[in-house]
């Protein structure tokens, strides 16, 4: 019997994904990217077992995202003698994850990419178009009946399984929006083509007694199309989008990453800082009403991530020499950051209260005050850390 860890091998770097735009780019060493994340499809391991020198190629035409799949490996341990009667897993799993169908034969996906190409038009109304490095970019923004989105949307929501966790398909309903981005360029011929570079949807919430409360819940920028700046326009384009509707609460965003916290956090720091409650005299002092009213007034940014804000700023302001400003400073901030602990206590306080029996793993999940002060400072000095990360890019 054979080397058996020979045949165990990682998802995500057996699985490679291309976007073409046309035939060279099937072949181009540099084009090509990985997924981040693959537990969502291939179980919590992301291990793949029975193959020797797996690939697993994923093409997508560039614009409409039509799929081409094929598995390549130099030995199955199915087909081992003696291989006492081992199987390999099963790779197709992932082509549940294709929403449509998929091709298996190279020539036939490209010769129908390239017919498609010619009359794909990007769906919805163009509501931004910008340039990055002499390249081009458009946001469309489409709902749910918008014409042609739709399958499309499927199309382009399969990203989210390799790229965020705990992803799944949306429910459609009219109160989605959904923001794409599209690189448009001229090809080889001369002739204009639109390729597929990320999207956000936005669900809009209905807030009592006549208002919505947009929520950015998904948001995706694909791996080539990465740090550059592309991200930063599509979150700008959707407060633009809300800014001055008098309907709109404000705006939240649903369990962000922490890469797409940085973004915002920079963008919202940019715009917060414009703000006449924000001058310097007021960041010193600390979050206040004001701050929380005008950031919601002027921005539509949420009183959570407001106070969030204003502690950045407030950092780049303060003198850290002065022992009085900064032990301030660094009270206020661990008052938000103690804010679970406090809930936690008192919502096991409410319990016993009640004559409820805590569970004693629910108890010791919780620290002590002594530990808990430990672990404050411990995310204190992240935090500063990362508030000064930040600074620098505001
Ligand atoms: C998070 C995400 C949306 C960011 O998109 P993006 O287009 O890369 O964002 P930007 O380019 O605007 O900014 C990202 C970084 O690139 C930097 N950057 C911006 N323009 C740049 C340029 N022209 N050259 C080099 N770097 C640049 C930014 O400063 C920022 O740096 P930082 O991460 O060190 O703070 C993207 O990485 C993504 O889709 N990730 C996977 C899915 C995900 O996490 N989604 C969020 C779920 S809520």
């Not at 609460?249 to 962000?256: G, H, K, L, N, R």
């Not at 940014?301 to 003198?319: A, F, H, T, Y």
């Not at 010791?364 to 808990?372: C, D, G, K, Q």
Request: hydrophobic share 35%; glycine share 4%; net charge neutral.
């Amino acid at each position: 019997m054979a080397n058996l860890e020979s045949f165990v091998c990682e998802a995500v770097d057996a699985v490679k994904f291309k976007l073409i735009r046309d035939r060279s780019d099937v072949n181009d060493p540099d084009n090509g990217f990985k997924p981040e994340m693959a537990h969502q499809v291939f179980g919590e391991t992301e291990n793949i077992f029975g193959y020797k020198d797996l690939q697993i190629n994923v093409y997508f035409s560039a614009d409409e995202l039509d799929i081409y799949y094929d598995v390549k490996y130099t030995t199955k341990v199915d087909d081992l003698t003696n291989n006492q009667g081992l199987k390999a897993d099963n790779v197709n799993v992932i082509t549940e994850f294709f929403p449509t169908g998929y091709y298996t034969n190279l020539e036939e996906f490209l010769n129908v990419s390239e017919k498609k190409s010619k009359m794909f038009e990007p769906a919805g109304e163009m509501i931004c178009e910008f340039k990055t490095d002499e390249r081009t970019f458009q946001i469309h923004l489409c709902t749910s009946t918008t014409s042609n989105f739709l399958k499309y949307h499927e199309r382009l929501e399969s990203f989210l399984f390799w790229y965020v966790d705990a992803s799944s398909r949306i429910a459609q309903d009219d109160r989605w929006r959904f923001f794409v981005v599209f690189e448009k360029f001229v090809n080889n011929e001369g002739e204009t083509r639109y390729a597929s570079v990320g999207y956000a949807s936005v669900y809009q919430y209905y807030h009592y007694p006549d208002k919505i409360r947009p929520r950015v819940s998904q948001f995706l920028i694909l791996p080539p199309f990465q740090r550059k700046g592309i991200g930063s326009k599509l979150l700008q384009t959707i407060y633009k989008h809300y800014q001055n509707n008098e309907k709109v609460c404000d705006i939240t965003v649903e369990d962000a990453s922490e890469d797409f916290q940085r973004l915002r956090n920079t963008i919202d720091a940019r715009m917060l800082k414009t703000l006449p409650a924000f001058v310097v005299d007021n960041l010193k002092k600390g979050f206040n009403m004001a701050m929380a009213q005008e950031a919601k007034d002027k921005f539509k940014i949420n009183p959570k991530q407001s106070r969030i804000v204003c502690e950045i700023l407030r950092l780049g302001v303060i003198d850290t020499n002065n022992k009085a400003e900064y032990k301030a400073y660094r009270i206020d901030v661990k008052k938000r950051l103690n804010m679970n602990y406090l809930k936690e206590k008192r919502d096991m306080k409410k319990l016993t209260d009640r004559g409820f029996k805590v569970p004693a793993d629910k108890k010791l999940l919780l620290p002590s005050v002594e530990e808990n002060m430990e672990q404050l400072e411990g995310m204190y000095r992240e935090t500063e850390d990362y508030y000064r990360g930040v600074l620098e890019r505001v």
